[in-house]
């Protein structure tokens, strides 16, 4: 299954009111949550600020590391980020602000490449650091409901449980 096609399949379980994308990057995952949500709000967060020029119409930008994001707690129903973990400083740091800023019952959906990714346009070993601190620490954050591990990449769902 392509990685689009699965990332639409786990939005699509349930209807979202207020929705984080962490890493607006070039704007391929916004794509799909505007088309998955259109009645949502939909905010994306990029340290960045040029990455506000590739933010889809209704969708707000707001410059901010996933390591620091200035939300209040609880305000969002899904948290998503995709191939954006590798470039974080502190994996640990961002886990605890998505669950932060999650509501009870909200998911945290995750996605990056895998190290031996075709499409890893990063050092294997920046990749490898990052996918093992997700993978060995995020139920620590939120209860992991659906994980797997494709050739070129890793996806992660959780929901923060209160």
């Not at 998503?80 to 509501?103: G, I, K, N, P, Y």
């Not at 909200?106 to 490898?128: C, F, Q």
């Not at 993978?135 to 939120?142: E, G, N, T, W």
Request: charged share 25%.
């Amino acid at each position: 299954m392509d990685w689009r096609d699965l990332l639409t399949d786990l939005y699509m379980r349930r209807a979202e009111r207020n929705v984080l994308e962490v890493g607006t990057g070039f704007g391929a995952n916004l794509s799909i949550l505007a088309e998955v949500f259109p009645d949502s709000t939909i905010v994306t967060v990029d340290p960045e600020l040029s990455a506000a020029d590739r933010v889809p119409e209704g969708v707000h930008f707001v410059q901010a590391t996933a390591e620091n994001l200035p939300f209040r707690e609880n305000s969002f129903d899904l948290v998503s980020t995709v191939t954006t973990m590798h470039h974080l400083t502190d994996v640990q740091r961002a886990l605890e602000e998505f669950r932060r800023v999650l509501r009870c019952t909200g998911r945290l959906v995750i996605m990056d490449w895998t190290p031996d990714s075709k499409y890893n346009p990063h050092g294997r070993e920046t990749v490898a650091r990052s996918m093992e601190e997700v993978l060995s620490s995020v139920d620590h954050y939120v209860q992991v409901i659906h994980m797997e591990e494709e050739e070129d990449y890793y996806v992660v769902c959780g929901a923060k449980l209160c």
